[in-house]
């Protein structure tokens, strides 16, 4: 019997609720802002149990785990309350054991803001926890941020991990190492009993590591300085190992700036072969290079329109078994002809058009874990059982959203001023059939070397709920279309990202979606950037701007960056000269004309709040309104159902007093 038979009583049930209409109390701000009801499952080795995180107050959360068995009930193992310590997930390094992630950012008297990881090992029931992060100590010179991550689970070992750690230099000569060892090295460790034992001695140079997945480090990444202990370059030197030796040998050098070189992100140890991508005719491509000494390279798959960008891996091992793109939609192509018949039934037996991901796998593959989502349904987990055939829903990843009736999205191309096509998307409120006159939004991405893709985004669903027709351009300048889409990044080629911004506005007015007088735009770090600069360099556009953590000075941005090893880098990538000072919207507020609302978290080490202080200083001395959000012990992704709940009823409320509606 086919999947789809098995699975079509339970989809019949969570249709109806995902499309039922949205009641009339319904409060949208609330609904959006909260966090994920459910995230970062991961499925035991044995395929019995689960563990996955909840939220709690604040920035909290718990490390829950489920005994698959009927009838069991949640066990919270875990739980950091968000002031610093935040969790990160967890995953499974044996039946009953478990490796979390912790992260957080802190403030230091003489460092400012500084983020920091950990890892952390704890029992199924929540018992013998043990931090597997390098410890600082009266003798160490420095700060730890850094707490290593784990490179392979080695799943025939029960409860050990190949991890890399951070080790300070040392004045104590007693240390285990020494007292000059100091960079990222590789250590085996018992979770248990944290017995160590190095593999790879600390390198200052080093910046990372890929094992074959059975327990032999076969390649390490080494960062090129501008000079030894100051700036990095961005330049990756990579090495390799034959089999069985401990000799490094030169794979290739790899450019992060430009993404130019091969860049190595797993190791196949039966044919012997690195899997990584490297650009052919300015796009990303699929390739493996022979790691017997000959470095042999062979194309395994590209498309001439856009990047291949994805990699996917499964099981304990993590074989890679496919690699994905986007074009309008996230596309996968499996290589391993199992997996691809397996991905096929689910999209068959699931809803049409949805994003499919199979997240996790037992040891041997019987079990699966699965993820569907949609332009209008944020998510829904399920399990499936290869053998008996059966999937079952597991968790919804958003309850608050269940019942409420979401927008549906488009792909759609629009014409800049040069004439050259650009992609996005357009959401359209619920149920509207006429896209005529409407409030509208233009929501340009962030992350600068980004872009959007199509499925559940959070503001966007939002606004569509509030009635606002919403278009995300993919400027030029965003990232997955090649090296000519992305010209010199969205700082250095500001003037034409912002160009394609503002033509997406004047496109919606074009067609007669929306009203001229009730357009505005919201954006999230650099499409808060982009927001700000896009009301300074036409200022008839967008009635009102919503810029949530962004880029404000340039110059200051890049100064961020001085007392940290990546300041000539992000130098770069930003640019200099008199572009720096036009493209930096603080620097022209008096050009701004129209109403300005501002968020920021004071622990955003990502785009640091001073450039929102900076702003509406500015925006102030010109006489333009405004007003300035803030939040004591946020970060850059305000990560709070409180605080994005207040962000977008407040957001909602300033666009719709500034537009007149």
């Known amino acids: 019997m086919g999947i789809r038979n098995l699975v079509a009583a339970s989809l019949l049930l969570l249709g109806t609720a995902q499309h039922a209409q949205a009641l009339p109390s319904f409060d949208a701000a609330a609904a959006f802002g909260a966090r994920r009801s459910v995230a970062d499952l991961k499925l035991s080795p044995d395929g019995a149990s689960v563990v996955y995180l909840v939220p709690l107050a604040g920035q909290g959360s718990a490390a829950v785990t489920l005994d698959l068995t009927k009838g069991a009930t949640p066990h919270a193992v875990l739980a950091a309350d968000g002031n610093p310590d935040r969790l990160g997930g967890c995953d499974w390094v044996s039946n009953d054991r478990l490796v979390c992630s912790i992260y957080g950012v802190v403030k230091n008297a003489a460092y400012g803001l500084l983020p920091f990881t950990r890892l952390i090992a704890v029992s199924a029931d929540g018992s013998n926890p043990r931090l597997l992060s390098t410890r600082q100590n009266e003798y160490s010179r420095g700060l730890q941020l850094g707490g290593g991550y784990v490179i392979d689970w080695l799943p025939n070992e029960d409860g050990a991990v190949l991890m890399t750690r951070v080790y300070l230099p040392d ?45 032999a480090v076969r390649i390490m990444g080494v960062a090129s300085h501008y000079n030894a202990g ?43 072969v690195a899997y990584g991508f490297e650009k052919k005719d300015g796009r990303l491509a699929f390739y493996s290079v022979a790691l017997d000494g000959s470095l042999r390279k062979t194309p395994i798959y590209d498309r001439p329109d856009v990047d291949v960008d994805g990699m996917m891996r499964i099981g304990r091992h993590r074989r890679v078994v496919g690699v994905s793109y986007a074009t309008d939609y996230r596309r996968a192509v499996f290589f391993d002809p199992a997996i691809g018949k397996l991905a096929k039934e689910f999209a068959g037996a699931l809803p049409a058009q949805m994003n499919i991901t199979i997240v996790d796998a037992s040891a041997d593959e019987s079990k699966l874990l699965v993820l569907a989502s949609s332009d209008h349904d944020p998510g829904v987990y399920y399990l499936f059982d290869r053998k008996s055939n059966r999937l079952q829903t597991f968790f919804v990843v958003r309850n608050p959203l269940e019942g409420v009736k979401l927008a549906s999205v488009t792909p759609i191309r629009y014409p800049a001023a040069d004439g050259t096509m650009i992609p996005g998307y357009l959401t359209l409120p619920p149920g509207t059939e006429t896209a005529k006159g409407l409030p509208a939004i233009v929501l340009p991405h962030g992350g600068h070397a980004a872009r959007d893709q199509w499925g559940f985004d959070l503001l966007a669903q939002f606004f569509a709920a509030r009635g606002y027709a919403v278009l995300q351009p993919n400027y030029r300048g965003s990232s997955g279309y090649g090296d000519a889409w992305f010209e010199h990044n969205g700082f250095r080629s500001w003037s034409t990202a912002i160009g394609d911004v503002l033509d997406a506005g004047r496109w919606l007015v074009k067609q007669g979606i929306a009203d001229p007088a009730k357009l505005g735009i919201v954006g999230w770090s650099y499409g808060g950037y982009a927001a700000l600069q896009s009301a300074v360099v036409d200022t008839s556009v967008f009635k009102a701007v919503v810029a949530i953590a962004p880029v404000t000075d340039l110059e200051a941005f890049k100064e961020e960056h001085r007392r940290w090893t990546d300041y000539d880098l992000v130098s770069r990538y930003v640019g200099s000269g008199p572009q720096v000072r036009a493209g930096s919207p603080a620097d022209h507020a008096d050009k701004i004309k129209v109403p300005v609302l501002l968020f920021h978290g004071e622990l955003d080490h990502t785009v640091q709040i001073e450039q929102s202080e900076r702003m509406a200083d500015r925006l102030e001395a010109a006489g333009v309104a405004h007003q300035l959000g803030t939040w004591k012990d946020l970060d850059h992704q305000l990560d709070d159902s409180a605080a994005r709940t207040q962000m977008l009823r407040e957001s909602d409320a300033f666009l719709r007093k500034a537009m007149g509606i």
Do not use: C, M
């Open 171 to 215: 004045d104590h000569l007693g240390t285990r190492l020494g007292s000059t060892s100091k960079g990222l090295g590789v250590d085996w460790i018992d979770t248990r009993n944290l017995t160590v034992k190095q593999v790879e001695k600390p390198r200052e140079d080093a910046v990372g590591y890929i094992t074959d997945g059975r327990g």
């Open 230 to 272: 100051a700036n990095v370059t961005g330049i990756i030197t990579f090495l390799y190992r034959l089999k069985g030796s401990r000799d490094w040998l030169k794979l290739d050098d790899y450019d992060s700036l430009n993404a130019s070189g091969f860049e190595p992100t797993a190791v196949d140890p039966d044919l012997d």
